[in-house]
Structures are given as C-alpha cells and as structure tokens.
Nanobody, 123 residues
Framework: QVQLVESGGGLVQAGGSLRLSCAASGGTFSLYVMAWFRQAPGKEREFVALVSRSGGFTNYVDSVKGRFTISRDNAANMVYLQMNSLKPEDTAVYYC????????????????WGQGTQVTVSS
C-alpha cells in the first residue's frame, strides 16, 4: 500500500501563494493517478485537482482553474499543488489522494489518502 504525507500548508493573506507537497512511499508511484481534495469546516470533501500517471493530463475544479497547478515528479515520488491568487474560500484542509485505475473527480474512487495539511487564507 502506498503511504502519502502532505506538507506545505500555512497561513497566507488573500492574493498570496502556497505550494503544497505530497510525498509517496510504499508503492510504485508512477502507476497511481494522483489528486488533491480539500475539506472546509462543515462542508463535504471537495475535488480540487488531479494529474494522470505520466503527468500529461490534468483536471481542476472550476473554482481553482487558472489559479492552481498540479504537477508530479515520478522520479522523486512527489506530487505538488501550486496555489496562486489565494482567496479566503480556499481555506480548508488539503488532502493528497491516490488511485491505481483511471482518473476520477470523486473522493470515493481514491484508495489512499494522506492526513491532510491546513491552508488558511486571511482577508
């Protein structure tokens, strides 16, 4: 089973940037579709972004298009989420997730999850 550990969260002002990292171990990283989800207090877990096994395909929720960029480094077993132009509504715990089949925007399709990293955007 692959293990995932997120890092890079923190507190930023609206309009600022953060880069989240997810380190994978215990599996063949290049065989996993990777995604980021987020969950704000009192809200359901929301899809944010995904990247295909090779890194050649990405997909984003509409609310972050043009602001967030997902990428991966298979040699380093890492996936990243670059977040620019952050808004207060981006405040949430961000989770890294992995699945071994096809790309999906649904949390229930993902097999492995990290523990999350807090992102707080102040206005």
């Amino acid at each position: 089973q692959v293990q995932l550990v997120e890092s890079g969260g923190g507190l930023v002002q609206a309009g600022g940037s953060l880069r989240l990292s997810c380190a994978a171990s215990g599996g063949t990283f290049s065989l996993y579709v990777m995604a980021w989800f987020r969950q704000a207090p009192g809200k359901e877990r929301e899809f944010v972004a995904l990247v295909s096994r090779s890194g050649g395909f990405t997909n984003y929720v509409d609310s972050v298009k043009g602001r967030f960029t997902i990428s991966r480094d298979n040699a380093a077993n890492m996936v990243y989420l670059q977040m620019n132009s952050l808004k207060p509504e981006d405040t949430a715990v961000y989770y890294c997730a992995a699945r071994s089949i096809a790309t999906s925007r649904y949390a229930y399709d993902y097999d492995h999850w990290g523990q999350g990293t807090q992102v707080t955007v102040s206005s």
